[in-house]
């Protein structure tokens, strides 16, 4: 034991005697390098840089510890700095341009050319081209009167405002390395294109606009990389619309923007600057392009996504100059023919019109998209190099100045006069109920709306009933005290002629408190029916005296170089007329002095209307049992006709109907009641089988262009459970139109009466039945 504690002893006195290290082993090696400031000393071109380090509180950090990286600007870049802002010597420099400089050029941890390009939860090359610097916006004094166009101006309660002008934001500074623009695409061309008199080659890196001279030069606390320009805090894309070198050139767009600004109370806080308490205020902008409003605010120096794109995005933002927002206006523009200036907009027509100008991306409006520049709702914008003006990289984006307005699918279109005039509000909310204003704000096809304004919905016919007529109250007594169309969501409808009276009444009942949705939903079809018989795929010649399908399947007559016609116009002898014409970039909107009527009668009732042509063949749909009976309505429906959808009739004449007979085809309809039941069931079904035959399942009018091969309503074969329909080939012109049976080669021809207009069938005479 005694043995055993004499060895313990011996090595605790060697623990603390014997293995003492040596100094000079661990001492600091001599060619270690130094700290940043002290590696900035060292490299003896950095001596105006670290005069102006010397004039801030970064010496210390950047002599003893911590972890940063320094794009720092040589003495040949601050010299040509110098000269460029006319400062004799660099004392001339201000203390504050000094102060911003320094904090612009530092940013947080040491990044060197591989990770400055990683991005959060994207640990890998590439992703990143930003970091945060140390420099904020200092406060500034906003003056409510110059505030008058901002929203809730008449709020303002103070004279002078303390606005916390960074909204707390840092600004970025930004670099370009070859692994990020190969990740992302942005190409050499782009670089050059946004930053004028630079080029980016092949292993290249920049910041903003500066060469990077020397890359990775390590410190004991970070990263430091020479710059051979000045890289002063950058103007974000709002400030920019003001820079001093464009004057006020784009001060209308400017204020534009502005509208949708409004300044907010943080309350008391300390400021910082003076150490002061005061109330403190924002300078925020209502962003959402769902509400109308600024897609993003573009005096945020964040990237506002559901993370912090920040270190890795950067939007697009195009300006329009005063000059060009004047010839739009002043030119055959929508917004022109609405609106005087600029002022008079209402604010989401305001949001509307800036919606093109923002883009998720600046590489958008880079020229390596061009074609392909999506605005932020994904609208295409006739975006042209030629139109560009002024160009420049800000702190949260780049900016570029055009001398154009570029109008969106909303405007631009022939959704524009829908939008704009709230007299059209009727049609616009039923084009957005039937999900057709989307194609019709596209620019590859032409559109024709014949437009009907709010109280033009008078005494028209009920699409869905043989009868009825309605009337929607746009301003009535029996309507809630302050009702106003264009702002309550209920249309309310008037119903005329209902067969059993018991239905003649207002639509939704205006004495109850919430609508009942069977009503609204009536109202809201019926509408939708009549909206959808103004609009035709395809330019109108009003000088042709010719014949147009609108999207009701239904046709309009448009004759007289300024008249048009539906079928009920035609049956009542009356036409609508052309009051306005309104242009648009992929069709005319024409404003009407009254709706375009679809035809009143079903196909019996034309038929019974014509009885001196059509007498024998309305015989033959008699004694065949091809009519159903419309309750209230001396009209009927034919059986095999499913009206969801659109046909022809050749209906032959008395003289067609007569040589069938003779050639025993069908039998005389006069004598089917006096058959035995085996002879009278054959007689009708011969009779049902003649009559489909004379109708297509397409509707065709004699426009000289619908042509085809189309199916008949007869069929005598099924295979695989489905009936084969005969099939007819049709040559038409501008006065006749020919059907040829594809399987006989029997062709007739119609002749006397055409274009008769029926709900969902268009009838034409032939003198010759079809085989």
């Known amino acids: 034991m005694m043995h055993r504690k004499s060895l313990i002893i011996l090595c605790m006195i060697m623990a603390a005697f014997g293995c003492k290290p040596d100094p000079l082993e661990f001492a600091r090696p001599d060619n270690l390098a130094g700290t940043i400031y002290i590696q900035l000393e060292s490299m003896g071109t950095f001596d105006y840089y670290l005069r102006s380090l010397d004039q801030t509180l970064y010496p210390e950090p950047l002599k003893k510890g911590g972890s940063w990286t320094v794009f720092a600007p040589t003495d040949e870049a601050f010299e040509k700095f110098m000269s460029d802002e006319g400062f004799a010597t660099f004392d001339a420099i201000p203390q504050e341009r000094i102060q911003s400089l320094v904090e612009n050029s530092i940013i947080t941890d040491g990044w060197n ?222 917004l022109g023919q609405f609106y005087d200036s600029y002022d008079d907009m209402p604010l989401d027509v305001v949001g509307k019109f800036l919606s093109p100008y923002f883009f998720n991306d600046y590489w958008d409006i880079c020229p390596s998209r061009l074609g392909q520049s999506y605005d932020t709702s994904l609208g295409l914008v006739d975006y042209k190099l030629e139109d560009v003006v002024d160009k420049r990289f800000c702190s949260n984006g780049f900016f570029v100045g055009i001398n154009a307005v570029y109008t969106n699918n909303s405007f631009g279109t022939i959704m524009g006069p829908l939008l704009l005039d709230p007299e059209y509000s009727i ?73 059993t009276g018991s239905n003649n009444r207002i639509y939704p009942d205006p004495d109850t408190t919430s609508p009942s949705s069977a009503d609204v939903a009536y109202v809201t079809k019926t509408l939708n029916d009549i909206v959808l018989n103004q609009i035709i795929d395809e330019d109108i010649d009003f000088g042709s005296n010719s014949y147009y399908q609108t999207r009701s399947g239904e046709y309009v007559y448009a004759f007289d170089g300024d008249s048009a016609a539906g079928g009920g116009d035609i049956q009542l002898g009356r036409s609508a007329q052309i009051e306005e014409i309104k242009e648009t970039e992929n069709g005319i909107f024409y404003e009407m002095s009254s709706a375009i009527e679809r035809p009143l009668g079903f196909t019996y009732g034309v038929l019974v209307d014509n009885a001196t042509t059509f007498s024998s063949f309305l015989e033959v749909l008699e004694s065949a049992d091809a009519f159903i009976t419309i309750v209230g309505s001396d009209d009927k429906l034919l059986n095999f006709l499913n009206l969801s959808r659109t046909f022809t009739l050749f209906a032959p004449n008395n003289d067609a109907v007569a040589q069938a007979i003779s050639d025993g085809v069908i039998v005389d309809p006069s004598t089917v009641d006096g058959l035995d039941d085996l002879e009278k069931a054959i007689a009708k079904r011969d009779l049902l089988d003649f009559a489909k035959k004379h109708f297509l399942q397409q509707s065709l009018t004699t426009d000289g262009k619908s042509t085809g091969t189309f199916a008949s309503m007869y069929f005598s074969k099924i295979v695989d459970f489905a009936p084969i329909y005969d099939e007819f ?43």
């Open 729 to 771: 080939s049709v040559v038409n012109t501008t006065s006749s139109i020919s059907i040829t049976n594809v399987e006989t080669g029997a062709t007739v021809t119609t002749s006397g009466t055409t274009n008769l207009l029926s709900k969902r069938v268009v009838i034409h005479e032939i003198s010759n039945y079809i085989k």
């Open 113 to 334: 050319t591989t990770t400055l390009t990683y991005f959060k939860s994207r640990f890998y090359l590439g992703q990143s081209f930003r970091r945060r610097t140390q420099y904020q916006a200092e406060n500034r004094i906003f003056d409510k009167d110059t505030l008058q166009h901002i929203f809730e101006w008449d709020k303002l309660d103070q004279q002078k405002y303390l606005v916390n002008y960074s909204n707390g934001r840092l600004k970025t500074v930004d670099y370009f390395l070859d692994s990020y623009m190969s990740t992302w695409g942005v190409e050499y061309s782009d670089y050059d294109f946004m930053f004028p008199g630079e080029t980016f080659s092949e292993g290249d890196m920049k910041v903003f606009d500066a060469n990077v001279s020397q890359k990775n030069v390590i410190a004991e606390n970070g990263i430091i990389y020479a710059l051979d320009k000045v890289i002063e805090p950058q103007p974000n894309l709002y400030e920019n619309l003001s820079a001093e070198e464009y004057g006020d050139k784009y001060s209308m767009f400017k204020k534009m923007i502005e509208r949708f600004s409004y300044i907010h109370s943080l309350g008391d806080q300390i400021n910082e600057e003076t150490g002061e308490t005061e109330e403190i205020f924002q300078h925020r902008f209502t962003t959402g392009i769902e509400n109308d409003a600024l897609p993003f605010n573009p005096s945020d120096e964040n990237y506002a996504t559901n993370i912090d794109g920040t270190l890795a995005q950067a939007w697009g933002f195009l300006a329009p100059t005063n000059e060009a927002l004047i010839n739009y206006l002043d030119g055959n523009s929508i």
């Open 427 to 499: 049609m616009l909310k039923s084009v957005q109920d039937l999900g057709i204003d989307t194609g019709l704000q596209s620019k590859a096809s032409r559109y024709t709306i014949l437009g009907v304004k709010n109280n033009q919905f008078v005494d028209v016919a009920d699409p869905n009933s043989a009868t009825r007529k309605i009337t929607v109250l746009v301003d009535d007594p029996r309507l809630p005290t302050g009702y106003d169309i264009n702002e309550s969501g209920v249309v309310y409808m008037e119903v005329t002629g209902d067969p």
